[in-house]
T-cell receptor, first 115, second 112 residues
């Protein structure tokens, strides 16, 4: 149990375009989902926390108008990178936590490359 | 300032030995602490969680200790195997919304 999927697993896009990444909890209801970014050989950096049906809470320094997060259902959250630039190239990982649960279950990550 | 520090250097050990990884933190009061395994290009995989009022937790060949006075957690892998080679992440979960903050990880190499 506790499987989280992400789609796509990798994406290459042109500078200035927008990219949407989906995060799904497959076998449990995720009341809270988290979005992280990880640069090579660095730690996971929390970008935002989203609760189902509420606006996401963004970490300091993360532009909410650039990284749009939607958590419309208990099994799906999306991250849209708008007007992507090469510096947005990174590994984006989501995680999900069920109601009353403490553990976070991570998706496999999405590798974004902006040309 | 708030920090989470893990062994900065990679850890190389011989198969069959016990690997011990360290996680130290400052200026945090975590509700609980977690350890994850991450392989290259993959998302982290949950291993163990230990609460602030627990001293030790075990799961198969894994053992975690948590000393809130020293602000330190130790992660042990006994009878290590080459398949245990990966990056291991320490993560602190804070109260309230249980926001989780990750350390940079320690790369473990187990040689056959």
């Amino acid at each position: 149990g506790a499987v989280v999927s992400q789609h796509p697993s990798w994406v290459i896009c042109k500078s200035g375009t927008s990219v949407k990444i989906e995060c799904r909890s497959l076998d449990f209801q995720a009341t809270t989902m988290f979005w992280y970014r990880q640069f090579p050989k660095q730690s996971l950096m929390l970008m935002a926390t989203s609760n189902e049906g509420s606006k996401a809470t963004y970490e300091q320094g993360v532009e909410k108008d650039k990284f749009l997060i939607n958590h419309a259902s208990l099994t799906l959250s999306t991250l849209t990178v708008t007007s992507a630039h090469p510096e947005d190239s990174s590994f984006y990982i989501c995680s999900a936590r069920g109601q009353g649960g403490n553990e976070q279950f991570f998706g496999p990550g999405t590798r974004l490359t902006v040309l | 300032s708030q920090k989470i520090e893990q062994n900065s250097e990679a850890l190389n050990i011989q198969e069959g030995k016990t690997a011990t990884l360290t996680c130290n933190y400052t200026n945090y009061s975590p509700a609980y602490l977690q350890w994850y395994r991450q392989d290259p290009g993959r998302g982290p995989v949950f291993l163990l969680l230990i609460r602030e009022n627990e001293k030790e937790k075990r799961k198969e060949r894994l053992k975690v200790t948590f000393d809130t006075t020293l602000k330190q957690s130790l992660f042990h892998i006994t009878a290590s195997q080459p398949a245990d080679s990966a990056t291991y992440l320490c993560a602190l979960s804070l109260g309230g919304g249980f926001k989780t903050i990750f350390g940079a990880g320690t790369r473990l190499f187990v040689k056959a």
